[in-house]
């Protein structure tokens, strides 16, 4: 079955960078797009990056120029550079990926931010 399996989060403090990773099994990784979202406490989950299968980004424009989303087609795995972190990005980070027979999700790692 298809997994998705979050690493990486944590507390850090403002201006500070982590490095998220999503590992993926049990379908084809490298023929599929890969997203990252978020969801703040109070707030309704958001999508904060996306990579296709030919390696194309796209960021939310909150962290466009801090975050790099990229991946890695031999191990199976979507990673999130965050730099320059704010309180802001204090959430839950998720991955994501949206298959021919559906929509699968990780189950997410915190992110905290101190200022």
């Known amino acids: 079955q298809v997994q998705l399996v979050e690493s990486g989060g944590g507390l850090v403090q403002a201006g500070g960078s982590l490095r998220l990773s999503c590992a993926a099994s049990g379908y084809i990784f490298s023929i599929n797009g890969m997203n990252w979202y978020r969801q703040a406490p109070g707030k309704e989950r958001e999508s904060v990056a996306l990579i296709t299968s030919g390696g194309t980004t796209k960021y939310a424009d909150s962290v466009k120029g801090r975050f790099t989303i990229s991946r890695d087609n031999v191990k199976n795995t979507v990673y999130l550079q965050m730099n320059s972190l704010k309180p802001e990005d204090t959430a839950v980070y998720y991955c994501?990926?949206?298959?021919?027979?559906?929509?699968?999700w990780g189950r997410g790692t915190q992110v905290t931010v101190s200022s």
């Open positions: 994501n990926t949206d298959l021919k027979w559906g929509e699968f």
